[in-house]
């Protein structure tokens, strides 16, 4: 009964944007930390963004800072993460997740053991 669901990845070209969106079932999500990670082949899950319980502070890893935005709707019961300036290294598999501690989020927050809750991802290609 405790589900997150992603949906939005897709096929654009290389400065293209898309829109992922992680809808939770069961529990609610704007009362956890919840990440986003990716996963290329061949590489380890990476976490690349967080954001803190509520209307909280939004944490990105170096590589997307400045192209991709973080955000919540708590009555959808989602969060959402908008890719921007999208390059082809940013090909990957992406993962939400959300986190039963409050504040793992607070101070780095982009570490997969700290997460309980993961949607099954969606794939993000980029490529001309």
């Known amino acids: 009964q405790l589900q997150l669901v992603e949906s939005g990845g897709g096929l654009v070209q290389p400065g293209g944007s898309l829109r992922l969106s992680c809808v939770a079932s069961?529990?609610?999500?704007?009362?956890?930390?919840v990440g986003w990670f990716r996963q290329a082949p061949g590489k380890e899950r990476e976490g690349i963004s967080c954001?803190?319980?509520?209307?909280?502070?939004?944490t990105y890893t170096e590589s997307v800072n400045g192209r991709f935005t973080i955000s919540r709707d708590g009555a959808k019961n989602a969060v959402y993460l908008q890719l921007d300036s999208l390059k082809p290294e940013d090909t990957a598999v992406y993962y939400c997740?959300?986190?039963?501690?409050?504040?793992?989020?607070?101070?780095?927050?982009?570490?997969?053991?700290?997460?309980?809750?993961w949607g099954q991802g969606t794939q993000v290609t980029v490529s001309s």
């Open positions: 997740a959300a986190a039963q501690n409050p504040y793992v989020c607070v101070d780095y927050g982009l570490e997969s053991q700290d997460y309980t809750y």
């Open positions: 069961g529990f609610t999500l704007q009362n956890l930390p």
């Open positions: 954001i803190t319980k509520g209307d909280g502070r939004a």
